[in-house]
Each structure stands twice: as C-alpha cells, then as structure tokens.
C-alpha cells in the first residue's frame, strides 16, 4: 500500500461497453463511500473524463491521461504488448510502480488478465494466477474457482486454487476456515478424472478445510464455500447458470400465452423470481480480482453499470486492505517443499 | 431381432426404488399401447411378480425368474460378475443371447453400463460406450452426450459420441442430419484443452453436420441437436441443471416469507413453474440407451414411477425398430482407416 493510512483505486475509464460515462459516474459514488483519505485514480482520456466529472464530487480524485484505448475486439495479449499507452496498461503500470493501490477495470477481460500477470507479475509460490466467482446459493454464496482462466489444469494448479479461493473466500465473506471441497462426479474418493484423483489427495494432505469432493447439484445449495475446478468446467458451469434466467422466463412466456388467467399468474412469478434472483446481477457482485498476481487487479462486467463500477471500486479497496497475498505467499510456502509452483 | 414382426423388451422387474411395484404397474401400461404382436418380459423374483399381473392385461408376457437383486448400494462391476443370478444379469444374458430385443433397467445404473459393456460387448468401430441425455431447451431439446459415462476422454472419444449422438438424435427426435457441436469456453477455434483442439479437427474432417463450438449458455438454448463433452463435464453440467428448481423453490419461499402478498404471487408463480418445467421430469423421459453396446439397454431413473417404467419400455422398442447400431457401425467404419478405436 502506498502508505498505512491512504489507499488510492485507479480505475480504467475507458473500459467496459458504456465507457467513460458509466465509470465516471461510478467513481463520483464510490467517492461517497470510500473513506476521506481514499482516492480515486481516473485512467484515460483526460479530455473526456474532466467534463463529466469536475464540480461533482467532494471526494479526492485525479486523473492520468492516456491516448489509446483496448477494446472488447482486440487480441488480449497483443493488445496489452502493442497499446502501451491504453488506459489498461497505463492503469496497471501505474500501480505495478505501486502509485495505485489497486487497478480496476471492465474492459477486455482477457487483457486485464494478461495486463495483470505481464505487468503485475506472480505472487511466489504461485504457478497460475486464477480468478474465482461468488455463486448466490440456497443459503450463503458459493466462491466457484476457476471461474474460467485456466482450461488445462494439473493436480497442482488445482490445489492452488484451494489455498487462494479459501483465504479469498475468508477475507471477503468474514468467515475463519471456509470448507473447500473439489468439484466431482461423486462424493467417493475413488471418483473423478487422473486429475482430479490427484488433486484430491493433495487437497486432503493440506491445511485447509478440505470436505471432499462435492456434485453439481452440490454448487447452489453451496455445500462448500469453496469449490475448486479447472477453468473449462468452471466456465461451462457459470455460463450455463447464467443461460437459466432467460430459459426460464421464455418458458413462462410460453405458458402464458396459454390462457388469460396463465397470463396473470406468470406476470407475478415473473415479478417473483426478479425478487428471489436478484443478486444474481453481476453488479451486485463487484467484480472480481485476479488471484495470485502481485497486486490488486479486479475485473468488471463489460456491461456494468455506474452502481457496478461503485461496486467494483469498493472492492478493490476491500481486497487492498486485506492484504491477501501476504496470506497466499505464506499459505503456499508452507506446502512448496512438497510441492513445487508448475507451468 | 428375433423376427421382422415381433419385438420381445425385457424389464428389470426388480431394480428400481419402488420395484417390482412400479416395474410391473409400468409394464401392464406399456402393454396397453405396444404393439398386439410385442411382448414384455418380466425378469425377477416369479413368486413376487406374478400377482402383480396375473389378469391384469390382456397383453402379451412372460416371467423369467431371477432370484438374485443387484442394489444400488452394490459395487457395479463386482455385482454383475457376483450376482450372477441377478434380475439385471439374467435379462442382460436374455439379450445377449437373441432371446429378447431389448433390456431396460431402473436399477443400479453402473451395473448397468458394466452388464452391457461386459455381456453384450461393443459394437465394431465403437471405442467408449456412451449415453446421451435430452435436455429440454427453449424451443426443442438438446442431446448433451456424454452425460456422465466417460470421465477421462480422448479426441477420439469425443469424435465418436459426436457419430452415435448424431444418429441416436436423428432416430428419435426424427430430424435429418442433426447439428452436431462441441460444448467449449468460447465459440472461437483456438479455444479450449488440447483434447477438445483436437476433437475439434476430428468434427471438422468428419461427414457429421458439425457446427463448431457451443457454450455453456448454449445448452438450454439448443443450438445445436447434439453437443459433445466428457462424462465429467457432463455429469456436472445434468446435475447442476437438475438441481435449479430446487434452488428457485428455496428462493421464492424466501419472497414468499416477506409479505402474504409476496405469499400470494410465490404460490402463482410455483404453479407456473411447474407448468413451464413439466417435461423437465424424468418419467417423461423414458430413460436413455447406452451407445455402441451390441444391443438395446436402457437405463432409467431409479425413483421413475409406473408411466416412467411404461415410457422406458416404449423407448426401449423405438430404439430396437430404429436398428441404431446399423447406423453406428457403418458410420464409424467410414472414418476407421483415419482414426482407429482407443480404449
């Protein structure tokens, strides 16, 4: 941190689909509820930022002009390398030179991961940063990680994920020793792929909370707080959730056009089930950080709207004041005689 | 078959949750609407069955006794190889040997997939056998095979569930040459595990209608017929899946909970749901074959009632009329030169 007292968030604003106007207007109401000696860092075309923010708030702000801006289009990996002075990799620079303590942003999400391990670099011990998402379940919320980030995954990559997802999951949802289970096609031991067998036994031999191995159906009821699974399955998993609301609602639709009286009744499960799934708009969640890059880097939904850029924000100061990776060094050093970081 | 004009299924009298109850109550339905020249063959406990039926239907049937149950709480492979005088082994061997065109069981759904495997053996070209299951979708179903049979998969197994889900689709569902996809991390090529890279080529180079890749929002949106993964995606994906009405109840009851009229809209809204999710109910489904075995075996639910008993027996005698392993067979044998079977 830039000092024990001040925390500063550069925000990228000129990420995401509705750039700058949704992020400067989140940053104007995250100014309201950071702390008087919070700041918030600004990153992007100054000429454009400076009109839609000057005279709105009391809060403490700048702004670092940058000239170009990656898009939702570009290559992530290339992006970052060829657009140096895009308030992507302006942002993160900025804080790799720890002048921020924190880089937000809801642009390309590949180039933020790709920004965040080129620029920001590994934590020790670490062999694959990852990213993990908070799942609404029946009671609680579920940290599902990898969310995405890394498809073809070892044994070792896995348990990683265990270690950063429990202190992750701890520090954010105030819980001590979350459970950590492996997500599996059954609860057995002898269950799973070559991979997955391994990961379990390494799980097990760990100082974490380890439950076991949890089903599918396991993830909403978040029988675990923590559910590890490489990226590919991570990822099918949260679109497929994702793709339920909108199956749902076109179902409904299909049964009310049936019958007046379906068509009164389905307008109130419809108004129902906005209430019961309300936190599953990505907005409410604020983002979510890299995991095991040495800093505080928190992606955004592309679509986030000025409470989501807030939320993201707040976040980030959050995840900074935490200092999880001072936890995730010293967790996974106490396991790397046995088990070496791997590629 | 046993001959062009009569169809012999045999039953599992005895697997299943609610056997020989459900069993037989599902084969006097199912003998309603076979056809006058097919016939149901109970296999088990002859002293248990036969006053279930005896004047019940004017249908054809027969009881072959077995004095042995495989349970669910039987270790599958050992059982078939233990319990040799099991109702499961006994119809299995029934099979085997011509006596009857088809074996379904609601029983132990391992058992199933080793009796099948290890009695009726592979169909030539055939590496993995596989199942498929029908996903409900926005506007038609989904095939998503494999669902849970092969966790650890090859390109080559990828490509071949890719052939029999092609052709089981196309049978039942009666749509001429089905879209066929891969489910994956994002639409582009380059995406995914080195495994689902190669499938990918595999699919491309193949006489299928391969439309490329799907993702996880794509399943309940069907678009494609087919979508091809490993059994342990698979598996996760079904019971996750299988799991969301339950989570949506927990969580409209808890809206129900604020307000009596929340209480009155929630108790709206539960029976839309029922109605817009009916077919989401596996009874209706019928149960599902295993691909690429020498024969007709179909696994149902163990909990299905007596129409999903009756359904299952229906299912089985489409499948035996549509002479899938023909199908399957020649088109393997097309590609066999390129690629030959792996285990």
Chains 1, 2 share one sequence.
């Not at 760990?206 to 076991?212: E, M, T």
């Not at 936190?279 to 505080?296: E, F, H």
Request: aromatic letters at 4%; hydrophobic letters at 45%; a neutral charge.
């Amino acid at each position: 941190m830039s000092s024990s007292s001040t925390l500063r968030i550069a925000l990228d604003a000129m990420g995401g689909d509705f750039a700058p106007q949704n992020e400067v207007a989140g940053a104007i109401l995250a100014l309201r509820e950071l702390r008087t000696s919070e700041e918030v860092v600004l990153v992007g075309d100054a000429h454009r930022i400076e009109p839609l923010i000057v005279g709105k708030t009391s809060g403490t702000y700048s702004i670092e002009h940058a000239t170009q801006v990656i898009t939702m289009e570009d290559s992530p990996t290339a992006a970052v390398r060829q657009k140096r002075d895009s308030s992507l990799a302006v942002g993160m620079r900025l804080h790799q030179e720890g002048k921020v303590d924190a880089f937000v942003s809801a642009g390309n999400t590949g180039a933020m991961l790709s920004a965040s391990t080129l620029i920001l670099g590994r934590v020790a011990n670490v062999s694959r940063p990852t990213i993990g998402t908070f799942i609404p379940a029946e009671h609680g919320v579920c940290l599902l990680v990898d969310a995405g980030t890394n498809v073809d995954c070892r044994a070792q990559h896995l348990y990683e994920f265990g270690v950063m997802g429990s202190i992750y999951f701890e520090k954010i949802q105030k819980k001590k020793n979350p459970t950590v289970a492996l997500l599996n096609v059954g609860e057995e031991k002898s269950k799973g792929t070559e991979v997955v067998l391994e990961a379990f036994e390494k799980l097990s031999q760990s100082k974490l909370n380890f439950i076991g191995n949890v089903e599918g159906r396991d993830i909403l009821k978040a029988k675990a707080d923590v559910v590890v699974c490489d990226g590919f399955v991570g990822n099918i998993v949260l679109k497929f959730g994702e793709s339920v609301p909108g199956f749902l609602r076109s179902r409904l639709t299909d049964v009310a056009n049936r019958s007046i009286l379906n068509k009164l009744a389905v307008g109130l499960a419809k108004s129902s089930l906005r209430k019961a799934l309300g936190d599953l708009d990505p907005n409410v969640a604020g983002g979510v950080p890299v995991l095991g890059v040495n800093g505080v880097a928190i992606i955004g939904h592309g679509s986030s709207t000025a409470v989501g850029i807030k939320n993201m924000i707040l976040r980030a100061a959050e995840v900074a004041r935490a200092q999880l990776n001072k936890h995730i060094e010293a967790a996974l050093a106490e396991s790397v005689g046995a088990s070496q970081p791997v590629n």
